[in-house]
């Protein structure tokens, strides 16, 4: 079952690199004064890409935090 995650995070990486190649080469029209359905697109992008896994790993953290407040072992941190 770990190849299926290892392929979804490869595909997560190189989706990742395509659109902050692709937000780096327009970053001047993602900031301007206008807010364009493609801005709205590339904003809703980057919370997806970047918000969604932090938060994730925040979450991740809180659970290995109340397991070690309890006296438990965290065997592993995915």
Known sequence: MTNYFDLISLTYCIICIQFFWQLSQN?????????????????????????????????EVGHALATLQVGGTVSAFQ
């Open 27 to 59: 970053w001047s029209k993602f900031w301007d004064d206008q807010v364009s359905l493609e801005d709205k697109r590339n904003a809703a992008l980057l919370a997806n890409l970047v918000l969604i896994p932090i938060g994730v790993l925040l979450h």
